[in-house]
C-alpha cells in the first residue's frame, strides 16, 4: 500500500469512529504541522477560526503539555473561555483528544461524538491510529542532492527544460527528480514540495 493510500484509509477508519468529525494536526514545528486533516462541522470550524481559538484551546495545551489521550470530560487544562461548552452546542459535546511524539515535533488530534462517550477500547484504536499516522509521516532528515538542485532550480524560477539544460540533463530526468522530491516530502504539487523543505530547513 501507498503511503497516501495508507493515510487514506486510516483517516477513513478515524472518521467511522468519530462521529462528529475530527481535527488531527501532524509533526507541529514552529507552532504549524506538516499537515492538517479535518471534518468538524463547518459551522464549527468557521466560529472555531473567527475567534481565534486555537490560541487558548484547552485541547491544545493539554496536547502540548503531556502525550497520550484524554477524554474532554476528564480535561484537566483550565478552560476560562468556555470553548469546550461552545463545541457542544456546535454538536461537539463528547470528545477525546490524543498527543504523541516529541515537542519539537508533537502530534496533537481531537475526534468528537454528539451522544456519548468514546470507550476505552475505542480510545485504544484511535490513539494506536494516531500514533500510526504520526510514525508514517516523519519528515525527511534529508534530500538527495539531486532532489535539492531540482529544487532550488524551482525556486529560482527556472521552468523545466531551462532547469535540465543548466543542470545536464533531460526534461524528463528534471521532471523524475521533481517527482522524486515530492513523494520524499509527501507532497502533491511542487509547491508545496518547495514549502515544506524551506519548513524542514533541508534547502
Given at each position: 500500500?501507498?503511503?497516501?493510500?495508507?493515510?487514506s484509509a486510516t483517516l477513513s477508519r478515524l472518521q467511522k469512529l468519530a462521529q462528529t468529525g475530527y481535527l488531527i494536526g501532524l509533526h507541529i514545528r514552529f507552532t504549524s504541522p506538516i499537515m492538517t486533516f479535518q471534518t468538524y462541522p463547518q459551522?464549527?470550524?468557521?466560529?472555531?477560526?473567527?475567534?481565534?481559538?486555537?490560541?487558548?484551546?484547552?485541547?491544545?495545551?493539554?496536547?502540548?503539555?503531556?502525550?497520550?489521550?484524554?477524554?474532554?470530560?476528564?480535561?484537566?487544562?483550565?478552560?476560562?473561555?468556555?470553548?469546550?461548552?461552545?463545541?457542544?452546542?456546535?454538536?461537539?459535546?463528547?470528545?477525546?483528544?490524543?498527543?504523541?511524539?516529541?515537542?519539537?515535533?508533537?502530534?496533537?488530534?481531537?475526534?468528537?461524538?454528539?451522544?456519548?462517550?468514546?470507550?476505552?477500547?475505542?480510545?485504544?484504536?484511535?490513539?494506536?491510529?494516531?500514533?500510526?499516522?504520526?510514525?508514517?509521516?516523519?519528515?525527511?532528515?534529508?534530500?538527495?542532492?539531486?532532489?535539492?538542485?531540482?529544487?532550488?532550480?524551482?525556486?529560482?524560477?527556472?521552468?523545466?527544460?531551462?532547469?535540465?539544460?543548466?543542470?545536464?540533463?533531460?526534461?524528463?530526468?528534471?521532471?523524475?527528480?521533481?517527482?522524486?522530491?515530492?513523494?520524499?516530502?509527501?507532497?502533491?504539487?511542487?509547491?508545496?514540495?518547495?514549502?515544506?523543505?524551506?519548513?524542514?530547513?533541508?534547502?
Amino acid at each position: 500500500m501507498s503511503l497516501r493510500a495508507e493515510i487514506s484509509a486510516t483517516l477513513s477508519r478515524l472518521q467511522k469512529l468519530a462521529q462528529t468529525g475530527y481535527l488531527i494536526g501532524l509533526h507541529i514545528r514552529f507552532t504549524s504541522p506538516i499537515m492538517t486533516f479535518q471534518t468538524y462541522p463547518q459551522a464549527w470550524s468557521d466560529h472555531y477560526t473567527a475567534n481565534a481559538f486555537a490560541l487558548r484551546d484547552p485541547t491544545i495545551a493539554w496536547g502540548f503539555s503531556t502525550t497520550g489521550s484524554v477524554r474532554w470530560s476528564a480535561m484537566p487544562i483550565p478552560d476560562p473561555f468556555g470553548i469546550m461548552a461552545d463545541a457542544g452546542r456546535h454538536g461537539l459535546t463528547y470528545g477525546l483528544t490524543v498527543s504523541c511524539g516529541p515537542i519539537k515535533s508533537r502530534t496533537i488530534a481531537s475526534f468528537a461524538h454528539s451522544t456519548r462517550e468514546f470507550t476505552d477500547d475505542e480510545i485504544e484504536v484511535i490513539s494506536a491510529l494516531v500514533r500510526r499516522l504520526h510514525d508514517i509521516t516523519e519528515p525527511p532528515e534529508s534530500l538527495t542532492k539531486a532532489q535539492q538542485e531540482a529544487l532550488r532550480c524551482i525556486a529560482e524560477g527556472d521552468r523545466h527544460a531551462a532547469a535540465a539544460a543548466k543542470l545536464g540533463i533531460t526534461e524528463s530526468a528534471f521532471k523524475a527528480r521533481l517527482i522524486s522530491a515530492r513523494e520524499r516530502l509527501m507532497a502533491k504539487t511542487t509547491a508545496e514540495a518547495l514549502q515544506r523543505a524551506k519548513d524542514y530547513r533541508l534547502l
